[in-house]
């Protein structure tokens, strides 16, 4: 089960936003890069200015909005012709960049180590190329959790709003990352399975 299972009804809600766009001359691929854009502009800040807890509190309305994004460009792209090549690589390469600046601000934090945090983004990233991965063996591409992206952004959002809210260095702040990698290489490991099942 993934978050992901629930993106038929949030496109639904998006369709009027995405109509209005459209006709406005926004492109999929338009969407695409400013979404990079806002996610390396929020993790630069962060990085920054690690020790402003309150601005944590931008990680989860970021990701949200980022889902959104997500959404419209897809639906842009799909509904109104706009499909390409080259948005096919902004749509795969973007999201691991903002992956990557949305989870590197945790390692300037007390109780988070670097060693962990680069291991999550590192399998983020191949978790996403797994999935990429799949459609040269003849499969459709894998979204399959346990921890996709709507999962992980679920999850770091709310970790966002757990430091902003002050909550105190616990056994979990040591535990997470190492059990969000865990993860990972399950979501690696199921789209790799999923898609030899399919292919098969």
Avoid at 39 to 64: D, H, K, M, N, T
Avoid at 132 to 161: C, E, H
Avoid at 164 to 190: R, S
Wanted: net charge positive; aromatic share 10%.
């Amino acid at each position: 089960m993934s978050i992901y299972q629930l993106k038929p009804a949030f496109q639904n809600l998006l369709r009027p936003l995405v109509r209005t766009l459209f006709a406005a001359g926004c492109t999929a691929n338009a969407v695409t890069i400013a979404t990079c854009v806002l996610s390396i502009a929020l993790g630069l800040l962060l990085c920054l200015y690690s020790e402003q807890r309150a601005l944590f509190l931008l990680l989860p309305l970021v990701f949200v909005v980022r889902m959104a994004l997500n959404a419209v460009d897809g639906m842009l792209a799909r509904e109104f012709d706009q499909k390409s090549d080259l948005g096919a690589f902004l749509n795969e390469l973007t999201d691991v960049v903002s992956d990557a600046a949305l989870y590197l601000p945790f390692a300037f934090l007390p109780h988070f180590d670097w060693l962990t945090v680069s291991a999550v983004i590192f399998l983020s990233a191949l978790s996403e190329m797994t999935g990429t991965v799949a459609v040269m063996v003849g499969a459709a591409r894998r979204y399959d959790g346990p921890m996709g992206k709507s999962d992980r952004a679920f999850v770091f959002g709310a970790l966002g709003l757990a430091i902003e809210l002050g909550l105190q260095p616990a056994a979990w702040q040591k535990a997470i990352f190492p059990a969000i990698a865990v993860l990972l290489c399950a979501t690696i490991v199921n789209r790799v399975r999923k898609a030899l099942a399919r292919h098969a």
